[in-house]
Nanobody
Framework: HVQLVESGGGSVQSGGSLRLSCVMSGFTHSEYCMAWFRQAPGKEREVVAGVHTGGSAKFYADSVKGRFTLSQDNAKRTVFLQMSSLKVDDTAIYYC???????????????????WGQGTQVTVS
């Protein structure tokens, strides 16, 4: 079965950095969409960044552009989210997600994604 496992969350002061990782296993497709979402208490889940592993096209939420960088290691089926200049508003549980179907353009809506990790807490104070 498909499994996504996030790691790298933690507590950091405002202005600091963290690097999240998401390792996927059990997925048969060689090219797929993966995305990072986050959910803060009392708020809806929102997209942070996403990538199509078959190419270099990435997208970012406006709120994180210039501060967060998504990268990938296809051989290890791992996606990273480097978060810099962190703000208190970045505090949330961060989830990685994968799309089960092929898509030329990766969606930014959480409802489109089929596989989810358990989430990792990021706290910025």
């Amino acid at each position: 079965h498909v499994q996504l496992v996030e790691s790298g969350g933690g507590s950091v002061q405002s202005g600091g950095s963290l690097r999240l990782s998401c390792v996927m296993s059990g997925f048969t497709h060689s090219e797929y969409c993966m995305a990072w979402f986050r959910q803060a208490p009392g708020k809806e889940r929102e997209v942070v960044a996403g990538v199509h592993t078959g190419g270099s096209a990435k997208f970012y939420a406006d709120s994180v552009k210039g501060r967060f960088t998504l990268s990938q290691d296809n051989a290890k089926r791992t996606v990273f989210l480097q978060m810099s200049s962190l703000k208190v508003d970045d505090t949330a549980i961060y989830y990685c997600a994968a799309l089960s179907r092929f898509a030329y353009v990766c969606p930014a809506d959480a409802s489109d994604y089929d596989y989810w990790g358990q989430g990792t807490q990021v706290t910025v104070s």
